[in-house]
């Protein structure tokens, strides 16, 4: 099983509706991350949290919020979906504990807003 | 802020060959952390290789190595014997480090093409 895990792997919905990615993570790692990833951008930053109680916004945080239900939880929410969310999304995550910063990421969600 | 810059948007090298993809990046910080990932079409994003700043060795995984210039801001990877499975975009990205200052900086990638 991965460690970092989305839901959905796809998914297509229309202009205006609510619509929750989910991340989980089996790493016990305290910091999770959601990017955005568009052709010829790369990955961007929405948000990141530290822990259960620490949620920052990233570099393109408007028009999304997030939620951290518990340390292995991270969900990402497009409370109404515009055409221009359409993109790819990660989930990662990585150790709080020393210096290692590798982040691990999950298999993406490739969302389609029609 | 800080800033990562891949100038070369497409890239190709005949398989068996070595190949150099270009990364600079913008920083005031003294330590960070740089890092190549790769991204084949199953879109996964894997890890390549890392490199910390405060190290002046340059960083090897097998076929994978890096030319680390810290003054110059420039952290290029080559790889060897390029093998038709490194075909994939390739992403460098920065992380400060310390506390707080874990996301990644992203590149905007090159896409490699490894030609049988």
């Known amino acids: 099983d991965a460690d970092v895990t989305q839901t959905p792997r796809n998914r297509i919905t229309k202009t205006g509706k609510r619509i929750m990615l989910e991340c989980s993570q089996t790493k016990g790692h305290d910091r999770m991350y959601w990017y955005r990833q568009d052709p010829g951008l790369g990955l961007r930053l929405i948000y990141y949290?530290?822990?259960?109680?620490?949620?920052n916004k990233g570099e393109i945080s408007d028009g999304y919020s997030v939620s951290r239900q518990a340390q292995a939880k991270f969900s990402l929410s497009l409370e109404s979906a515009i055409p221009n969310q359409t993109a790819l999304y990660f989930c990662a995550t990585s150790d709080s504990e020393g210096e290692n910063t590798e982040a691990f990421f999950g298999q993406g969600t490739r969302l389609t807003v029609v | 802020a800080q800033t990562v810059t891949q100038s070369q948007p497409e890239m190709s090298v005949q398989e068996a060959e070595t190949v150099t993809l270009s990364c600079t990046y913008d920083?005031?910080?003294?330590?960070?952390?740089l890092f190549w990932y790769k991204q084949p079409p199953s879109r996964q994003m894997i890890l390549v290789i890392r490199q910390e700043a405060y190290k002046q060795q340059n960083a090897t995984e097998n076929r994978f190595s890096v030319n680390f210039q810290k003054a110059a801001k420039s952290f290029s990877l080559k790889i060897s014997d390029s093998q038709l499975g490194d075909t994939a975009m390739y992403f460098c990205a920065f992380s400060n480090s310390g506390a707080g200052s874990y996301q990644l900086t992203f590149g905007k990638g090159t896409k490699l093409s490894v030609i049988p």
């Open positions: 949290s530290f822990d259960v109680k620490d949620i």
């Open positions: 920083t005031s910080e003294n330590n960070y952390y």
